[in-house]
């Protein structure tokens, strides 16, 4: 696998998309070479929830909610109920890690061709918390350090569950 964090061009739409992209793939990296039943360890006693294939399924689901629902105003479709607000980490815990990686990267080519024509300038949907509608640029933003936060957590989460470091 190939990443790069070098943009083909140097406007901000590309410098942005290529970040994220990379983040994105990191997410592939990480999960090289990891069995699925490693994929399913939580081995950090505080968060039963924190497993490699939870992080993936949790990712590929932030990327619908920020970008379809949130930032287009299309359907909630998330596993996440009042009930089991976390479900997305926990429904991950049935399927193999390929699966779960290819269903991220299936939500992630979707987006990128859902937002592909929008200006970084327009404004999301939905509002956050302080009811402000989101710029496209913002969205992108977010969820490249969402998703670059969450590489951190499969880090240490892979060096615990099989002793494996790296970028």
């Known amino acids: 696998m190939q990443r790069t964090d070098t943009p083909t061009t140097w406007d901000e739409r590309a410098t ?6 990379y983040a994105r793939d990191t997410v592939r990296h990480k999960c090289e070479g990891l069995t699925d039943e490693d994929a399913r360890k939580a081995p950090l006693a505080t968060s039963p929830l924190m497993t490699v294939a939870g992080l993936v399924n949790h990712l590929r689901w932030n990327e619908h909610w920020w970008f379809e629902v949130m930032f287009l105003g299309g359907e909630d479709r998330g596993p996440w109920t009042d009930d089991d607000p976390d479900a997305e980490f926990t429904v991950a815990l049935q399927a193999p890690l390929e699966q779960l990686l290819a269903e991220y990267e ?53 060096e615990l569950v099989d002793g494996a470091k790296g970028a």
Do not use: K, P, Y
């Not at 942005?16 to 992209?21: D, E, G, K, M």
């Not at 300038?121 to 490249?144: F, K, N």
């Open 16 to 21: 942005l998309t290529t970040f994220h992209r």
């Open 106 to 158: 299936a939500q992630c080519a979707l987006v990128d061709e859902l937002v592909a024509g929008v200006d970084l300038d327009t404004r999301s949907v939905g509002t956050d918390s302080r009811g402000d509608h989101l710029t496209l640029r913002w969205v992108i933003g977010h969820m490249t350090e969402e998703t670059a936060r969450h590489n951190g957590h499969l880090d240490i989460l892979r």
